[in-house]
């Protein structure tokens, strides 16, 4: 707090930081502090400020805790598991982006922020805190963690973009919490307004109380459409936006008062075992020096900056697989295992592998022999462009590994992010050619 305090920059999962072109002369890693548990407190999902999305779609703990809301919106928040993978619930809602659903669910969930401060410590609600996470951070605060009150009976969101992967035009959370057979609390939060995403306190108020008749809920989300001051862009006018929260209102509306009122479950996906570990780098304190690095089985000593990424210290060691693409956790061509877990190597600090192994294309197999993968992919024509074949392999090999026998889904979601341009049909083709030559 002290070094936060004196302007060191907090740094979380690095997919805003690190793919941002600010200059960044100093870097406090958080990842260090331990703070990426998700536990159950009292009845209130409690997300560490470390914890990242994935950690949150992969906790069975969080679906129930939200009906199932907090682990959707991390998954249309970033469509690709592996920035998932490093995102942090908390650095998305100080630093995402400002049309996240992810800071409308933590609107609509009354998520509340635990600010530790060398003042003092502060509680803030999402209300106050995600209209301008600086004010309550300014003088060295740094979110402790997030906590999510009373589950929900109903949730849905809903939303509208010109990509999946892009933020979207319009969303609407709703979340519902019945008494009876009467709605008591019904929040509404949506995006693509003139600011941040904001609660629409105009339509909640028209449906607690009520039992979320059919009338009520149009009434409901013409009143998001009217009183919410959405934004005129390059993307879209300000009208268009309203007619789409129109017509997702009404969707988000309906989905989570029916829900809620037959208090269905969350459906839970098939998670992966959790990951063997996530530990902060054993150096607590990097300005320059040697690096200790695994990579495809051989022991590197390299010399690395504090600002030095992954890929610069795998590239600058003569390995080549990881291409370098965007770097900005965009394209995924950089895609590696480190210890295992697919990581964007272009947002990867070097410093974070110190200790740790690293698999890139190279070592994954020879042409005198193979990797399963690797074979398939070439029966299959699964190659692509060349460019991305290498993501594309670390990313199956990682899901193959935690889950043998996948489904299409589950393949499909592995590679989402890792090709930027085809319909990812042979790749999904191969890998599931590979799990079932693997199987036999
Ligand atoms: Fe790392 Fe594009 S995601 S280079
Ligand atoms: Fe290589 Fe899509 S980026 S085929």
């Known amino acids: 707090m002290e070094l936060a305090a004196q302007g060191v920059v907090p740094l979380g999962g690095g997919t805003r930081l690190l793919a941002s072109a600010v200059e960044l002369p100093n870097l406090l890693d958080l990842v260090g502090l331990g703070l990426s548990a998700v536990h159950v407190e009292d009845e209130d999902l409690v997300v560490g400020a470390t914890a990242t999305l994935q950690d949150l779609v992969e906790s069975p703990l969080a679906y129930p805790a939200t009906a199932g809301l907090l682990p959707l919106a991390c998954r249309t928040a970033a469509a690709s598991r592996t920035i998932r993978g490093m995102a942090t619930l908390a650095g998305e809602a100080v630093q995402g982006d400002p049309d996240s659903e992810l800071v409308a669910a933590l609107l609509a969930l009354n998520a509340v922020f635990t600010i530790?401060?060398?003042?003092?410590?502060r509680e803030s609600p999402a209300l106050r805190f995600l209209r301008n996470p600086?004010?309550?951070?300014?003088?060295?605060?740094?979110?402790?963690?997030?906590?999510?009150p009373g589950a929900p009976h109903g949730a849905a969101l809903e939303r509208v973009a010109a990509l999946p992967s892009l933020p979207p035009l319009v969303s609407v959370v709703v979340t519902t919490t019945f008494s009876g057979?009467?709605?008591?609390r019904v929040r509404v939060a949506t995006t693509g307004l003139t600011g941040r995403p904001a609660r629409v306190a105009e339509a909640e108020s028209h449906v607690?109380?009520?039992?979320?008749?059919?009338?009520?809920?149009?009434?409901?989300?013409?009143?998001?459409?009217?009183a919410a001051p959405f934004r005129a862009d390059a993307e879209a006018s300000a009208e268009h936006r309203r007619q789409l929260a129109r017509v997702l209102a009404l969707r988000a509306l309906r989905g989570a008062v029916d829900r809620g009122r037959r208090r269905q479950p969350p459906?839970?996906?098939?998670?992966?075992?959790?990951?063997s570990h996530r530990g902060a780098a054993p150096l607590a304190n990097f300005t320059s020096g040697r690096l200790d690095v695994t990579a495809n089985g051989r022991k590197l000593r390299?010399?690395?900056?504090?600002?030095?990424?992954?890929?610069?210290?795998?590239r600058g060691a003569g390995i080549f697989g990881a291409k370098a693409g965007c770097g900005a956790g965009r394209c995924g061509a950089c895609t590696v295992l480190l210890d295992g877990?697919?990581?964007?190597?272009?947002?990867?600090?070097?410093?974070?592998?110190q200790g740790r192994t690293v698999l890139t294309v190279e070592g994954l197999g020879t042409s005198a022999r193979p990797h399963v993968l690797q074979t398939v992919f070439a029966?299959?024509?699964?190659?692509?462009?060349?460019?991305?074949?290498?993501a594309l392999l670390l990313g199956a090999k990682s899901l193959l590994d935690a889950v043998p026998n996948p489904t299409e889904d589950e393949v499909r979601e592995a590679l989402t992010g890792l090709c930027r341009c085809t319909g990812y049909v042979k790749p999904v083709r191969a890998v599931l050619a590979a799990a079932s030559r693997r199987e036999r």
Do not use: M, Y
Not at 208 to 226: K, M, N, W, Y
Not at 306 to 314: G, I
Not at 341 to 353: G, I, Q
Not at 379 to 390: D, K, L, V
């Open 116 to 121: 530790a401060h060398p003042r003092e410590p």
């Open 134 to 148: 600086t004010t309550d951070l300014e003088g060295g605060g740094l979110v402790e963690k997030v906590l999510i």
């Open 181 to 184: 057979e009467r709605l008591s």
């Open 208 to 226: 607690e109380r009520t039992a979320g008749d059919d009338e009520v809920l149009r009434e409901a989300a013409e009143l998001v459409a009217r």
């Open 267 to 275: 459906d839970i996906p098939r998670l992966r075992p959790p990951a």
């Open 302 to 314: 390299v010399d690395a900056e504090a600002r030095t990424s992954l890929l610069d210290l795998l």
């Open 341 to 353: 877990r697919a990581v964007a190597s272009c947002l990867t600090l070097a410093v974070r592998a």
């Open 379 to 390: 029966e299959e024509g699964a190659i692509g462009c060349g460019f991305c074949t290498p």
